[in-house]
């Protein structure tokens, strides 16, 4: 009897359109636009998203981030919507534990992003915040990851229990949303975490010269996890529908074990 082994979509954050177009033909399946000097969610420059989008190809998604979470709502939205306007077919947020990030959330719902999409990013070792689940929901926010704020302090698995690590996903999903893990992960944590079912892995420092996540990415470092994690494809059903509509339809190929 075949057994078909859990999915989930690899999503290698890069610097600039050179790193975006390594990381496509290597098979990434989201790129993630994102500057690793500027903290967990640095933001890159709007003219360097453009050209990341630009230089993919248009059925890969690329995702955007707007650095770190601030109480700031006015700046938030101005960030959200110089970020939408890059092309970019997602623009994430970080999402705090305080009573702030609810009324964010309902302020940045009103915005007019065009096609663009919102997901939210709970840093995981600043605490998950569960009520926060049905909130993005109604904000109309498409996915929700977990990421790490301090990366000295270990990978996500590290700071974070597995017990909180398959609610949030279960929770996540069962909102109607994608659910996406991140932090300082590495090819080694790819079968727990594959073992959560979550939609999305997410990487930086896995996929850099030395485990390094300012460094360069490298490209046998790509290699190494995109063998580790299944491609997704129409035998995958649910586990590897779209996370967007119209964009990443299910691949047809057979990967069983």
């Known amino acids: 009897m ?81 970020m939408a306007a890059t092309g970019a077919d997602i623009v994430k947020i970080g999402l705090e534990a305080n009573a702030t990030t609810a009324t964010m959330l309902q302020a940045v719902a009103k915005l007019d992003l065009g096609s663009a999409r919102l997901v939210g990013v709970m840093l995981a070792d600043k605490g998950v915040d569960f009520d926060l689940i049905p909130v993005a929901r109604d ?11 301090d990366k000295r302090r270990g990978a996500l698995p590290d700071v974070t229990s597995i017990d909180v690590l398959r609610r949030f996903v279960a929770a996540t999903k069962a909102a109607g949303m994608f659910a996406g893990l991140a932090g300082s992960l590495r090819a080694a944590h790819v079968p727990m975490l594959l073992a959560l079912s979550p939609d999305i ?19 046998e470092a790509v290699r190494a996890v995109r063998r580790i994690i299944p491609v997704c494809d129409a035998a995958q059903g649910q586990a590897c529908s779209p996370l967007l509509p119209g964009a990443m339809a299910p691949r047809q190929a057979k990967d069983v074990a």
């Open 201 to 219: 892995l997410g990487f930086r420092g896995g996929l850099c010269r030395q485990g390094e996540r300012t460094s360069e990415i490298d490209a």
């Open 139 to 149: 904000a109309g926010f498409v996915g929700l990851m977990l990421d790490t704020a």
């Open 2 to 82: 075949e057994h078909v082994r859990g999915s989930a979509r690899l999503l290698a954050s890069v610097t600039n359109d050179r790193e975006a177009q390594l990381v496509a033909s290597l098979g990434a399946d989201v790129i993630d636009a994102k500057n690793p000097s500027a903290g967990a969610l640095g933001a890159l420059p709007a003219a360097t998203v453009t050209a990341i989008r630009r230089a993919v190809p248009a059925h890969i998604i690329v995702s955007a981030t707007i650095g770190d979470p601030t109480e700031d709502i006015a700046a938030t939205a101005a960030a959200i919507q110089r």
